[in-house]
């Protein structure tokens, strides 16, 4: 079966500029969560949806969100960009929230120029 | 504040030199614990989920195991193409459910 499918692979924005990715899930998986991965940081989790509903939030400013759609695919928004939003954004799909087996997509590299 | 760590950063090992990877970590009660390898590049691969201490789990020369405040890889007379970045996450049993990640294993097998 198909996996978790991010797009696009690479992006380079400007500082100020916002920016959206998109991430489709497994077939039939509900949850999508969402990270952020650095060199300095690691992966950082950003927020998860379930069933249209964000259900958790990480400690990432506002300018940071997200939405789920009823076909479980999911959108992240990241205004007001900054250097340091440079990474790559990773979204994991899983059958439910309890994530007992979250499968990742390939990411989005962002450069934010 | 759930905490992961794992050692060694990095890792260099002689095709067939068997080796460990240690995930330590601290939660508030444990729902899981997670082993991915990381290509550069690339997302996470997932491949064990391991629940309860004392739990095994094997794929080809991988062996993940559990106890109550640590989690080991083991890798098994290695090859090269599993040269990769190793995760450990856990995620806990009370509040959300987001996985919180150690910063990696980084292992290279030389041929």
């Known amino acids: 079966k198909a996996g978790v499918t991010q797009t696009p692979r690479y992006l380079i924005k400007t500082r100020g500029q916002q920016v959206t990715l998109s991430c489709s899930p497994i077939?039939?998986?509900?949850?999508v969560s969402w990270y952020q991965q650095t060199p300095g940081q690691g992966l950082q989790f950003l927020f998860e949806y379930f069933s249209e509903t964000q259900r958790n939030k990480g400690n990432f400013p506002g300018r940071f969100s997200g939405r789920q759609f009823s076909n479980s695919r999911s959108e992240m928004n990241v205004s007001t960009l900054e250097l340091g939003d440079s990474a790559l954004y990773l979204c994991?799909?899983?059958?439910?929230?309890?994530?007992?087996?979250?499968?990742f997509g390939q990411g989005t590299r962002l450069t934010v120029v | 504040e759930d905490q992961v760590t794992q050692s060694p950063e990095a890792l260099r090992l002689q095709e067939g030199e068997s080796s460990s990877l240690n995930c330590s970590y601290t939660?508030?009660?444990?729902?899981?614990l997670f082993w991915y390898r990381q290509d550069p590049g690339k997302g996470p691969e997932f491949l064990f989920t391991?629940?309860?201490a004392g739990e095994e789990k094997e794929k080809e020369r991988l062996k993940a195991t559990l106890t109550k405040k640590e989690s080991f890889l083991h890798i098994t007379a290695p090859k090269p193409e599993d040269s990769a970045t190793y995760l450990c996450?856990?995620?806990?049993?009370?509040?959300?459910?987001?996985?919180?990640f150690g910063a990696g294993t980084t292992v290279t097998v030389r041929a």
């Open positions: 077939s039939g998986h509900r949850s």
């Open positions: 996450a856990v995620q806990a049993l009370w509040g959300d459910y987001k996985l919180s």
């Open positions: 939660v508030s009660g444990l729902r899981g």
């Open positions: 994991a799909s899983s059958l439910w929230q309890t994530n007992t087996e979250a499968f």
């Open positions: 391991l629940y309860s």
